[in-house]
């Protein structure tokens, strides 16, 4: 890494910034490294998007996207001033660490979580404590109950372990913190979980941030949003506006549009992934991997006599790539993206092969 520039501002030299999954071009590649889906968006959003193209793209998009704020509150059940939207849920996630999170008192997250957390918190100057999680993964919510902090983040389902927080233990969290903000990051929970969404009108603390790159098959677009109180979605405004008042393009608002009302093609999508998963699930369970439960569209394991980064270079060169961390505690799991079953089938092949 560079160790830096004369031209450099101040705040440029200290962050460690994030390392997405690869995106590597092999010939063959089985991909299960980045946690997209397998699955192609709704032919209705390549409609939607050959359309608006054809319309012309000389002018300006809607500044407040109020079509696709106004679809994803039709979907929910909610208000469209409860709606904030932006480039994929990571430029929602740095407004909101912005916007809601920058206080005199450490925010709080889990030790093992979505590592851009700390790198925002870098950037933006929020200082944090981690929070270990239990020694099976979970989060345990008393944890997060009681303890002064200037905000709570997690995701739910966590990554990378794909556990899930029951709905009643967001609630008490929200609950024992009425004067701070709970962000819950919700970019997997439609693979298996419950939907913090319909706690927002109980609590004007109460943050959900979801994302429509993986479950509604749209990762190539970037576009996400936040559902909360009027005044969190005015505050993630504020900021949005002055930084880029026109973050969503005329093609991803229409083709998210078309994405959030295509209900039936979402709803199979899901089921495929759940079916698969719980599948790939079982057959590595039978390879003697220990694989956690997972309510994501992956699965973290670990072999109790196999190295994992050895794993994952022994795949690799069978053209099939997951996702290794070295880090802290997780360093001998592995997260595997549940893929089409022709390609979690060619995975459980090469690790029997591996294996023997």
């Known amino acids: ?28 590649l089985v991909k299960l490294n980045t946690n997209e889906n397998p699955y192609p968006p709704s032919p209705r959003v390549v409609q939607a998007i050959q359309h608006t193209a054809a319309l012309g793209l000389q002018r300006y998009p809607d500044p407040e996207s109020t079509a696709l704020r106004e679809a994803i509150a039709r979907h929910h059940g909610i208000d469209a001033a409860q709606v904030f939207v932006g480039n994929g849920s990571d430029e929602v996630l740095a407004h909101v660490f912005m916007a809601l999170l920058k206080h005199d008192t450490p925010i709080l997250f889990p030790d093992i979580t979505y590592s851009f957390y700390p790198v925002y918190c870098g950037l933006y100057g929020v200082d944090y404590q981690t929070v270990p999680l239990a020694d099976d993964y979970t989060i345990n919510p008393a944890d997060y109950c009681g303890k002064p902090n200037g905000g709570i983040i997690f995701p739910n389902p966590n990554a990378p372990t794909g556990r899930l927080l029951a709905l009643d233990a967001i609630e008490r969290i929200a609950q024992a913190n009425p004067d701070s903000v709970v962000v819950v990051d919700e970019a997997y929970v439609d693979f298996g979980g419950t939907t913090a969404i319909q706690l927002v009108d109980r609590y004007d603390n109460l943050l959900v941030v979801h994302t429509l790159s993986k479950s509604r098959s749209l990762a190539g677009m970037r576009v996400g949003f936040a559902v909360g109180h009027p005044a969190l979605i005015e505050a993630l405004e504020r900021v949005k506006n002055s930084f880029n008042s026109y973050p969503l ?107 023997a």
């Not at 890494?1 to 092999?26: A, K």
């Not at 005329?250 to 998210?256: K, P, V």
């Open 1 to 28: 890494m560079s160790s830096g520039n004369r031209f450099w501002s101040p705040v440029v030299h200290d962050p460690v910034p994030y390392v997405p999954g690869e995106q590597p071009r092999m010939p063959g």
């Open 249 to 355: 393009d005329r093609l991803a608002i229409a083709g998210a549009v078309a994405a959030m009302e295509d209900g039936e093609y979402f709803e199979r999508c899901c089921q495929a992934v759940i079916a698969t998963r719980e599948t790939l699930s079982a057959d590595l369970t039978g390879l003697g991997f220990e694989v956690l439960p997972s309510a994501a569209n992956f699965i973290f394991v670990r072999h109790p006599q196999r190295d994992a980064a050895e794993l994952a270079k022994a795949l690799r060169e069978r053209s099939i790539i997951v996702r290794h961390f070295k880090l802290p505690r997780i360093d001998q799991f592995l997260r595997i993206t549940v893929g089409t079953e022709g390609e979690c089938q060619a995975l459980v092949a090469a690790l029997r092969g591996i294996l």
